[in-house]
């Protein structure tokens, strides 16, 4: 099993970046998938991006491509998201998660960390 716990959200204005960080517990992390998702109220939750093991490829949702940008450091058990030109449609509470399958489906995700909110202010 593995433990996720998101750090790194706050306010930030319109145009503004934040960095996000997934610290997982345990020494299998770089056996899993890692992915992120959002939830904003009223709303689904939708997938961000997600990221191979070795962490050389990372596919992202149209609405972020090109201003986000997913990393991870398997020898210190942490995944990035690092998040450029933030909109105010990007206010949320982004989850990271771990799975089994490169994949944008949040079924395929076996565990959660327990989100940080991200609000982007006009």
């Known amino acids: 099993q593995v433990q996720l716990v998101e750090s790194g959200g706050g306010s930030v204005q319109a145009g503004g970046s934040l960095r996000l960080a997934c610290a997982a517990s345990g020494r299998t992390f770089g056996t899993y998938y890692m992915g992120w998702f959002r939830q904003a109220p009223g709303e689904e939750r939708e997938f961000v991006a997600t990221i191979t093991r070795s962490g050389n490829i990372a596919s992202y949702a149209d609405s972020v491509k090109g201003r986000f940008t997913l990393s991870r450091d398997n020898a210190k058990n942490t995944g990035y998201l690092q998040m450029n030109s933030l909109k105010p449609e990007d206010t949320a509470v982004y989850y990271c998660?771990?799975?089994?399958?490169?994949?944008?489906?949040?079924?395929?995700?076996?565990?959660w960390g327990q989100g940080t909110q991200v609000t982007v202010s006009s």
């Open positions: 998660a771990a799975s089994s399958r490169f994949t944008s489906s949040s079924s395929s995700y076996d565990y």
